[in-house]
């Protein structure tokens, strides 16, 4: 298979125009439900910055054999920013769906072809694809100046059993007793509960959004939902998927205070945890525990699922409710070595600062003064204005 006939789509409707013959590619390959076209289409309406554009290889029977799902964008100094479609949101991304081996091959050669036509200087980031992907083992040869590395793991308990004991290790439970003991010894109440109902869900969406800001301020970083476009995403993402019952919200509350909080998808016969966090004032009763004990209930329960997906990063909480992890890699690419060494300047050098860092402790105490005297100040400030008119909104 040659890289002859393959074909280009740009623009904003490139998904709708070519849905059903995406969906049925991406079925083919078993993609993930952040690798789908919902969630893609709702990156490209939340205005991320980037336009559309597919790459792909029509088969002699009219299906798609293979597709590049990459979106662009163009800065004044720097030139074309390319990324994999859904870029900064996809904890697993297949952008390079491929029905066979050669397929991948030839698709690769495709988008080298269709990147060498672009005017200027050009930087190429595809993350979180399967760590096998051949498309991109292909790119990486292909292109002048390209790597793949290693992305974030994903862990990943395959179910067996049906009993939770048989995933449960000592240390979990004790941990989980632990925390209902300290709940109980201070006299609170506790309650976990799991929303499937979308207007549940997006009534209680914004007190989770709220928590998901405040822990990362009190972590001493900025929150990916400080950005409004991300934001926006994030909310049309969860309700899209809960209108189509693959949704779950789990929230834990202390005392009727949110204190933990899990968005989960169903996704075939995978239960996806995306994203959790747990309040900052209320880290001692580890509510974490809770809902995690609660979520392995019940895809246990259910015969439906044989897998539970922690999806992106390998924190150790995750590896204790995991028995494998599910390998990525990430593509980087640049139109020539020379843009290479002025367009990644800035990464390698975030990168250097943040080894300088860990190596030299006061160095990064100063860095966190000059944190909390500017953007974090400025952002717990808006969380302290958000619980303001949280607590005026339920006194009312």
């Keep these: 298979m040659s890289a002859g006939g393959a074909q280009q789509a740009r623009g904003c409707d490139a998904l709708h125009r070519w849905g059903a013959a995406l969906d049925d590619l991406l079925d083919a390959v078993d993609a993930p439900v952040t690798a789908r076209r919902p969630w893609l289409a709702t990156w490209v309406d939340a205005s991320l910055g980037a336009e559309p554009w597919l790459v792909w290889l029509p088969g002699s029977d009219g299906r798609m054999e293979a597709a590049a799902l990459l979106a662009r964008s163009r800065r004044r100094l720097a030139g074309a920013s390319i990324v994999g479609l859904g870029h900064g949101t996809s904890d697993r991304s297949v952008c390079f769906p491929s029905r066979t081996t050669a397929a991948a091959i030839a698709l690769a050669a495709a988008v080298a072809e269709a990147l060498s036509r672009e005017h200027g200087p050009w930087s190429l980031v595809v993350e979180q694809q399967p760590a096998d992907d051949p498309a991109v083992v292909a790119l990486a040869r292909l292109l002048r100046a390209a790597r793949a590395e290693a992305g974030d793991g994903c862990p990943v308990l395959r179910v067996e059993g049906r009993a939770l004991s048989d995933y449960s290790t000592k240390k ?199 944190k909390e005297r500017t953007v974090l100040r400025r952002a717990r400030q808006s969380d302290a204005r958000s619980q303001s008119r949280s607590g005026r909104d339920q006194g009312a």
């Design 172 to 370: 979990t439970r004790r941990d989980v007793r632990q925390a209902r003991e300290r709940i109980e010894a201070e006299g609170r109440t506790v309650s976990v509960d799991r929303l499937v109902d979308r207007t549940a869900i997006e009534r209680a969406l914004p007190e989770a959004i709220d928590l998901h800001r405040r822990r990362d301020h009190a972590a001493g970083r900025r929150s990916d939902l400080d950005h409004p476009a991300r934001r926006a995403f994030y909310e049309r993402a969860v309700a899209l998927h809960a209108e189509r019952g693959e949704v779950e919200l789990w929230l834990v509350r202390i005392d009727g205070a949110l204190a933990a909080y899990d968005v989960a998808f169903i996704d075939g016969r995978a239960y996806r945890i995306w994203d959790g966090r747990i309040a900052p004032d209320l880290t001692r009763f580890a509510p974490g525990h809770l809902s995690r004990q609660a979520i392995v209930e019940r895809a246990l329960a259910d015969p439906g699922i044989d897998q539970i997906d922690w999806m992106r990063g390998v924190q150790s909480y995750k590896q204790e409710l995991a028995r494998s992890v599910d390998a990525t890699v990430q593509l980087r690419a640049w139109s020539s070595p020379a843009a290479e060494a002025v367009l990644d300047l800035p990464r390698r050098a975030r990168l250097a600062f943040a080894h300088a860092r860990d190596e030299h402790p006061p160095l990064e105490r100063t860095w966190m003064a000059v």
